[in-house]
T-cell receptor, first 111, second 116 residues
Framework: SQKIEQNSEALNIQEGKTATLTCNYTNYSPAYLQWYRQDPGRGPVFLLLIRENEKEKRKERLKVTFDTTLKQSLFHITASQPADSATYLCALEGSARQLTFGSGTQLTVLP | GAGVSQSPSNKVTEKGKDVELRCDPISGHTALYWYRQSLGQGLEFLIYFQGNSAPDKSGLPSDRFSAERTGGSVSTLTIQRTQQEDSAVYLC??????????????FGPGTRLTVL
């Protein structure tokens, strides 16, 4: 069956460090992968999309990698700030051509 | 230029009652999705509308759940004879997806449903 796994439910890091979040998937052949941010009491907000033929994509302090051989995406936040604290979700398009979301990783950046 | 809106923002109901949740997508977006998110959990897909095509209802958990989309715009999710396990945040999203385009979704703030 298709499965999306995101690393550990919660991740705490010190301000200024780089946060690295992992998204692993099985039984998908996605043409692209997306990352979303969700704050408490709000809907998810789109951050980045990376296509299968792209190894890396950057946006300001964010960097996403996509390894279709390992079936893994890494999401990095450099020079992290307390305002980056949120839950981060990865999402893939499945066989039904709908986005399926991982359960998310809750990131806390400590001042 | 407004984003996706949902109403009500909060709904408290008694077990056995019916509820209707409303979603106003971004104007011009052809695709509309409903998800459910229980406390501390991920997004659970419920139903997907794309243009005038028949909706994909594969995620609806029971026949107590139904949704419609009138005129290709506003959507209503109806839960009949609510149960306590229906308590969750119901999120709506829309996208401008057409054909083989990527499906970047824009979410509303959600409706928090509490069934007593």
């Amino acid at each position: 069956s298709q499965k999306i796994e995101q690393n550990s439910e919660a991740l705490n890091i010190q301000e200024g460090k780089t946060a690295t979040l992992t998204c692993n998937y099985t039984n998908y052949s996605p043409a692209y992968l997306q990352w979303y941010r969700q704050d408490p009491g709000r809907g998810p907000v789109f951050l980045l999309l990376i296509r299968e033929n792209e190894k890396e994509k950057r946006k300001e302090r964010l960097k996403v990698t996509f390894d279709t051989t390992l079936k893994q995406s890494l999401f990095h936040i450099t020079a992290s700030q307390p305002a980056d604290s949120a839950t981060y979700l990865c999402a893939l398009e499945g066989s039904a051509r709908q986005l399926t979301f991982g359960s998310g990783t809750q990131l806390t950046v400590l001042p | 230029g407004a984003g996706v809106s949902q109403s009500p923002s909060n709904k408290v109901t008694e077990k056995g009652k019916d509820v209707e949740l409303r979603c106003d997508p971004i104007s011009g977006h052809t695709a509309l999705y409903w998800y459910r998110q229980s406390l501390g959990q991920g997004l659970e897909f419920l139903i997907y509308f794309q243009g005038n095509s028949a909706p994909d209802k594969s995620g609806l958990p029971s026949d107590r759940f139904s949704a419609e989309r009138t005129g290709g715009s506003v959507s209503t999710l109806t839960i009949q004879r609510t149960q306590q396990e229906d308590s969750a945040v119901y999120l709506c999203a829309s996208s401008s997806r057409r054909g083989g385009e990527t499906d970047t979704q824009y979410f509303g703030p959600g409706t928090r449903l509490t069934v007593l």
